[in-house]
């Protein structure tokens, strides 16, 4: 079953906020990924995280992989209209098995 | 390079039939995995070809299987089809082993529906 749990399901901001969204797992990662799926569309690779306590910033998106190595964030800032869509982890266990989040659908109210 | 592609983009079968989905990867990667995208349950893994060989498996019942040939490309199958496999099936490849330092390329995904 599914290992990742990515929180909150939804989120709704006006457009200029700020966006979280948080990936948990109950057993070590030894990497996580993060894309991204604009609607109607295919989830499209963002970045990768490998070290305890990365840090990754991609223009106005901070990733950050725990010190653990079980939780991961991402982080918008000043979200835009073409930051809609639904956003994913996606986690290699230290088993070499792969489990994509549950997902956060992002809507950015302009 | 070409993206991934998937053939065909929508599908309408019936209850019992059975369907056949096809998946290019880029060229040169040869790591094939499926998923199953629903509006309830996300994207949930079905299977990962490396090489010919089913690599890894997710949980998923027998009706569900696939292949992958020598030259990479990938076929899914789904037998005696029910309306809960009414689903978007999407294909990713990358150059290894999905999840193992690699970043997964999607392809547009097939739009099987089952009425």
């Known amino acids: 079953g599914q290992q990742v749990m990515q929180i909150p399901q939804y989120q709704h901001v006006q457009e200029g906020e700020d966006f979280t969204t948080y990936c948990n797992s109950s057993?070590?990662?030894?990497?996580i990924q993060w894309y991204k799926q604009r609607p109607g569309g295919h989830p499209v690779f963002l970045i990768q995280?490998?070290?305890?306590?990365e840090v990754k910033k991609q223009k106005r998106l901070t990733f950050q992989f725990g010190e653990a190595k079980k939780n991961s964030s991402l982080h918008i800032t000043a979200t835009q209209t073409t930051d809609v869509g639904t956003y994913f982890c996606a986690a290699t266990n230290t088993g070499n098995q792969f489990y994509f989040g549950t997902g956060t659908s992002l809507t950015v109210i302009p | 390079k070409a993206g991934v592609t998937q053939t065909p983009r929508y599908l309408i079968k019936t209850r019992g039939q059975q369907v056949t989905l096809s998946c290019s990867p880029i060229?040169?990667?040869?790591?094939v995995s499926w998923y199953q995208q629903t509006p309830g349950q996300g994207l949930q893994f079905l299977f990962e070809?490396?090489?010919?060989?089913?690599?890894n498996k997710g949980n998923f019942p027998g009706r569900f299987s696939g292949r992958q040939f020598s030259n990479s490309r990938s076929e899914m199958n789904v037998s005696t089809l029910e309306l809960g496999d009414s689903a978007l099936y999407l294909c990713?490849?990358?150059?290894?082993?999905?999840?193992?330092?690699?970043?997964?390329?999607f392809g547009p995904g097939t739009r099987l529906t089952v009425l």
């Open positions: 070809y490396f090489s010919e060989t089913q690599r």
């Open positions: 060229s040169g990667h040869r790591s």
């Open positions: 057993t070590t990662l030894s990497n």
């Open positions: 995280l490998v070290k305890s306590g």
């Open positions: 990713a490849s990358s150059p290894y082993l999905a999840g193992i330092y690699n970043e997964q390329f």
